[in-house]
């Protein structure tokens, strides 16, 4: 049986359209796609190729979802 694991990833739509998908936990772990379903299968594919690193796999050993915070900021 798998282990779950659930990862925030950070989505934003640039200027010229393409979705820029990123996983915080992971340094230098993102990606970008022209639709937002090819930016989400790419950073899954990112995160696998950044967990085959052993300092990955313990660090997320130490990972808790529950202790992130997500907040929307609006200003003007």
Not at 10 to 38: H, W
Not at 40 to 62: H, T
């Amino acid at each position: 049986m798998k282990n779950i694991q659930q990862l925030p990833v950070i989505i934003e739509k640039d200027e010229d359209g393409f979705y820029v998908v990123e996983c915080p936990v992971f340094s230098g772990c993102y990606t970008q796609g022209k639709t937002l379903d090819e930016a989400l299968k790419s950073i899954r594919k990112v995160i696998e190729l950044c967990l085959e690193e052993k300092e990955n796999r313990e660090m997320l050993k130490n990972f808790h979802p529950q202790e992130i915070s997500f907040h929307t900021l609006t200003y003007a």
